[in-house]
């Protein structure tokens, strides 16, 4: 069975995949039309070559085409105002302050946000909540088991947060779509045609999905920060931050790892944690947005057969 580095993201009522060469966004308009967003990828470079230091890199530079692509896709979406509401006061001020710039400060400005609702919630809230353990901070054992708490708190709250945003309506939608993008690369690795039938059939849980990635990231950070001994509350956070790249870049080679190998009984192990976090985060899709994810499927396809292979 073939393996593909061909991936994507959800969007709001449509699919972004990244191929070797380009990428394409496709959404569905809300009176049905299909339209597609093609692009070629930046250039690779130098950062891109070296172990664990690219994980950090590329996932950045995920961050930024995945929240365009979002913000391209809610710009098709049906709002209540219509396509005829008027601007506020306060758009119209922000629309003359960046100019042409607006939409590349919005998606900095979101990444911004993103990356420090995450810290918030995933490194300072789980090491405050584990300081209040009373254990004995000079001791190797003491360490270790304030990190594995701290470790099981970010983990629970994770599940917590996709749980719960889960069960909102339009997100719901959107984790349909992230099942539609697994069922279609699924089909396309088993070698069928790309039709709605065929790719309906399979699984919406993918073993190199984000997902896995994202609970990746967590075991090896409990590893990693078990080394850095444990401080005051801002040691703790400062310390934590300045090896989050590094804990990205192991996470990131180990998934490429256990991607090229998914078939060893070890490697289906470690991708166990993620495929279980799938059932929150994907969905079934329906026919209609099969075709959507299809479509963008379709579109960063190239000639040479094997420029996609993992």
């Known amino acids: 069975m073939k393996k593909t580095t061909i991936g994507g993201q959800a969007l709001m009522e449509g699919v972004l995949m990244i191929g070797p060469e380009s ?14 967003n093609k692009k070629p990828l930046p250039k690779k470079n130098i950062i891109t070559k070296i172990p664990i230091v690219r994980g950090a890199f590329l996932l950045i530079r995920q961050l930024i085409i995945g929240i365009k692509a979002l913000m391209y896709s809610a710009e098709f979406a049906e709002l209540d105002g219509g396509e005829d509401a008027k601007y506020s006061k306060v758009d119209a001020f922000i629309e003359r302050l960046f100019g042409d710039k607006l939409k590349d400060a919005a998606v900095y400005f979101a990444m911004i946000l ?33 990190n594995l708490f701290e470790g099981l708190v970010r983990i629970l709250l994770f599940f917590g ?27 396309y690795e088993n070698g069928e045609e790309l039709t709605v039938e065929n790719a309906q ?3 919406t849980k993918h073993p190199r999905c984000g997902t896995s990635f994202l609970f990746l990231v967590m075991i090896i950070s409990i590893i990693v920060f078990s080394q850095l001994g444990w401080h005051s509350i ?40 993620g495929m279980l976090f799938q059932l929150f985060t994907t969905k079934e899709p329906d026919d209609s947005q099969l075709e959507v994810a299809i479509e963008a499927f379709k579109n960063v396809l190239v000639e040479d057969k094997n420029a996609d292979n993992w």
């Open 23 to 36: 990428m394409a966004i496709a959404v569905r308009k809300p009176y049905g039309e299909i339209i597609i």
């Open 114 to 146: 993103a990356l420090g609702f995450s810290i918030g919630l995933f490194i300072w809230l789980p090491n405050i909540i584990a300081g209040f353990l009373d254990l004995d901070k000079e001791t190797g054992s003491g360490v270790a088991l304030y």
């Open 161 to 187: 947060y996709v749980y719960l945003v889960s069960l909102m309506k339009d997100i719901k939608r959107v984790f349909q779509y992230h099942g539609a993008e697994h069922k279609t690369i699924h089909c």
């Open 201 to 203: 059939k399979y699984t």
């Open 234 to 273: 801002i040691i703790n956070i400062l310390l934590r931050l300045v090896f989050i790249p590094l804990v990205i870049g192991i996470s990131y080679e180990i998934l490429k790892f256990a991607g090229r190998h998914s078939d060893w009984k070890v490697m289906k192990i470690i991708n166990a944690p």
